[in-house]
Nanobody
Framework: VQLVESGGTSVQTGGSLRLSCVAPGYTTSSKCIGWFRRAPGKEREGVAAISTGGSKTYYTDSVKGRFTISQDTDKNTVTLEMHNLQPEDTAVYYC???????????????????????????WGQGTQVTVS
């Protein structure tokens, strides 16, 4: 399964960006897909995730109220809307997905925590977001 991100660029503090991840081969009925980021000198961080049908979403605390994740199942696309961007949001953002996740309500959110990212089966190549 190939994940292709787009939308990363440089933006001023307080600005907005939309990242997109196209996953044409990610067609399992059960889905857990979202975004990680890695800032220079920092550990990889789960940012946001969305599970099957978009019924459950997860956000790391630092982006709550500013970022919104959504899914277009017809187009196999996941979008991350980012508003009020801050310099600490500067990072490479990676789209990531789990292959056929189990129907456990907490599975997807837990996967995007720091310790369970090994559950991720598919990674995109990353897109750079720079806020200054």
């Amino acid at each position: 399964v190939q994940l292709v991100e787009s939308g990363g660029t440089s933006v001023q503090t307080g600005g907005s960006l939309r990242l997109s991840c196209v996953a044409p081969g990610y067609t399992t009925s059960s889905k857990c897909i979202g975004w990680f980021r890695r800032a220079p000198g920092k550990e990889r961080e789960g940012v946001a995730a969305i599970s099957t049908g978009g019924s459950k979403t997860y956000y790391t605390d630092s982006v709550k109220g500013r970022f919104t994740i959504s899914q277009d199942t017809d187009k196999n696309t996941v979008t991350l809307e980012m508003h009020n961007l801050q310099p600490e949001d500067t990072a490479v953002y990676y789209c990531a997905a789990v292959n056929d996740p189990p129907p456990i309500s907490s599975f997807c959110s837990e996967t995007y925590s720091p310790t369970l990212s090994h559950r991720i089966n598919y990674w995109g190549q990353g897109t750079q977001v720079t806020v200054s």
